[in-house]
């Protein structure tokens, strides 16, 4: 982990950006209980989740970059589908595992934050935390997310039952 803290370029996610997306996230799906998608994506297949966001709106895909290269991104979502949950967003970050600990988490998802806060759309914002993870808790914390719900052993992925703690944030 490099513990160098340099200041990535937020920017909105584009077209061009999906196959190092993709490459990021399936890290995580095949590698770790972070998410509980458990098959990789092809880009092709991770398509129709780029085309759900838009530059403005409660669903944004942040993208940071260091020195032109993505390093991450971050999301915000529909929460739910049922029309009550409209001014709700759920919101993710995945970071190149070689670029943790060099303070782009904090950056990314708070500029995200930063955005669905201009947002008069949008409410609450809702991060789940596969657990154990104490870095995504701590980040979760310092941007000011308090934990509402754990679900117990809510997801089977790796050959075990995974809980799963959920934080809120007012971003109204």
Known sequence: M?????KA???????ADLPRLVTIYN??????HV??????FTVESRSRWFEAFAETGPYRLLVAEIAG????YASSSQFKPKPAYSTSV?????????DRGRGIGQQLYGGLIDLLQQESSVHRAYGGV???????????ERLGFRRVATYHEVG???GRYWDVSWYEKDVA
């Open 2 to 6: 490099n513990t160098n803290r340099e």
């Open 9 to 15: 370029v937020l920017r909105p996610g584009a077209q």
């Open 27 to 32: 890290h995580y799906v095949v590698n770790t």
């Open 35 to 40: 998410t509980f998608d458990v098959d990789g």
């Open 69 to 72: 290269h993505v390093v991450g």
């Open 90 to 98: 759920e919101t993710s970050i995945y970071l190149d595992p070689q």
């Open 130 to 140: 596969a657990l154990p993870n104490p870095e995504s808790v701590a980040l979760h």
């Open 156 to 158: 089977f992925k790796l």
